[in-house]
């Protein structure tokens, strides 16, 4: 059973919303529609909530983060935007529901990192040679103070993790303590630049449609119309 939002994060997860809402009406409006009316009633709908650990098929990552998929790759949140990943929210307040690794890999967190880690995947699982790197956000809260877990302190650099392991907390860090986002994790599946770094996630020309990587719908493009979860 998730435990319910505080009031203000809820309408700070509806201001969200709404403001999606209105620029994505012609891309995917419908599906829209059903994460804005769950912001108001996180308990109406367990049938959309992804349980961490979960393997969709023979995809090769596991879900991250117990949650509803509330905006994907390549949705818009206001013109010229467009989502370089996926955007998890648990139903909880912040620092409450954990994050877990999608999958192994070796785990860096930047100097200036206050709710971010990435971890570098050497081998591609969907095309063997290829080098990718999956970015974790947004696990802080609104001040910045972090939820990443006491084993991954700020400078930390290349420490192999398992998948399943604990990697922190969902959180509402936006980087202005005056404008939290609703309490979620953001995941991203990044391009290497071909010389053993990551790209800029906040581009989506460097980043990968997820959908295949964990086995649901989470291309915009593709899905219009539905909230993803496993067949």
Known sequence: MFKKIALPAILVAIAVAGIYLYYSRGKSSARTAQVYD??????????LMMTAGTSCGDAPFIFPTDGLVGFIWDDSFRPGHRHSGIDIFAGTEAGITPVIAAYSGYLTRQSDWKSSVIIRVPQDPLQLGRQI?????????????????????????????????????????????????????????????????????????????????????????VNRDTIPVCE
Do not use: C
């Open 38 to 47: 769950w912001f108001h009633d996180t308990t109406s709908r367990s049938d």
């Open 133 to 221: 790197w999956l970015y974790y956000t947004h696990m802080a809260d609104a001040q910045g103070s972090s939820f990443i877990s006491s084993e991954f302190p700020v400078g930390t650099r290349e420490i192999f993790v398992e998948t399943g392991t604990v990697l922190g907390y969902q959180g509402n860090y936006s980087g202005d303590p005056n404008s939290p986002v609703g309490v979620h994790l953001h995941i991203s599946v990044v391009k290497d630049d071909g010389f053993g770094n990551f790209k800029n996630e906040l581009e989506i020309k460097n980043t990968y449609d997820p959908s295949p990587y964990f086995g649901l719908h989470l291309n915009a493009n």
